[in-house]
T-cell receptor, first 114, second 114 residues
Framework: KAGVTQTPRYLIKTRGQQVTLSCSPI?????VSWYQQTPGQGLQFLFE?????QRNKGNFPGRFSGRQFSNSRSEMNVSTLELGDSALYLC???WGAGEGKTQYFGPGTRLLVL | AQKVTQAQTEISVVEKEDVTLDCVYE???????LFWYKQPPSGELVFLIR??????QNEISGRYSWNFQKSTSSFNFTITASQVVDSAVYFC???????????FGSGTKLNVKP
């Protein structure tokens, strides 16, 4: 079974631009979560989607948004990029929602904002 | 509020030494789940183990073993006879019953030298 895939793997943007990251979950998985990883703040939860509905959202500004499609693929968008948005963005998928489902992570998208 | 603490920022050992990574968690929920993930330099978080709050049985898997103690809110991870390939950052995480959101510790970087 193929793992979680994320595209693109690397991205360089400038301040003020917007960016869209994509995540394809493991086949059959219906839940997708997004995390931001930075050296200073560590791994922080962004949001979770299940069956195209956002179930949970972390403490991030409204510039960060996401969505999930009927095939469970997910995208996250960051508008008006700031230098502090430079990070590794990780996507994780799980079979279901809640009850301690194991989440399987993709390789991440490394975003650099100049 | 939920919190996961990994007090060891970085550990260096020589190959074949045993090493224990500490994890202490905080939650008032009675049903929760604990995880360990490994993050090699490539960036992808690799799932190692999952434990629920009702199962305090310790587990051994090859060179890996885990010690879960609810009385001290700890979920420690031991690598026996460490190898250079074990070098990575190890994360402990907590999730609650009805949410896929992970609360991650800050990670412990393990350096295994030949």
């Amino acid at each position: 079974k193929a793992g979680v895939t994320q595209t693109p793997r690397y991205l360089i943007k400038t301040r003020g631009q917007q960016v869209t990251l994509s995540c394809s979950p493991i086949s059959g998985h219906r839940s997708v979560s997004w995390y931001q990883q930075t050296p200073g703040q560590g791994l922080q939860f962004l949001f979770e989607y299940f069956s195209e509905t956002q179930r949970n959202k972390g403490n991030f500004p409204g510039r960060f948004s996401g969505r999930q499609f009927s095939n469970s693929r997910s995208e996250m968008n960051v508008s008006t990029l700031e230098l502090g948005d430079s990070a590794l963005y990780l996507c994780a998928s799980s079979w279901g929602a809640g009850e301690g489902k194991t989440q399987y992570f993709g390789p991440g998208t490394r975003l650099l904002v100049l | 509020a939920q919190k996961v603490t990994q007090a060891q920022t970085e550990i260096s050992v020589v190959e074949k030494e045993d090493v224990t990574l500490d994890c202490v968690y905080e939650t008032r929920d009675t049903t929760y789940y604990l995880f360990w993930y490994k993050q090699p330099p490539s960036g992808e978080l690799v799932f190692l183990i999952r434990r629920n709050s009702f199962d305090e049985q310790n587990e051994i898997s090859g060179r890996y073993s885990w010690n879960f103690q609810k009385s001290t809110s700890s979920f420690n991870f031991t690598i026996t006879a460490s190898q250079v390939v074990d070098s990575a950052v190890y994360f402990c995480a907590l999730s609650l019953y009805n949410f896929n959101k992970f609360y991650f510790g800050s990670g412990t970087k393990l350096n295994v030298k030949p």
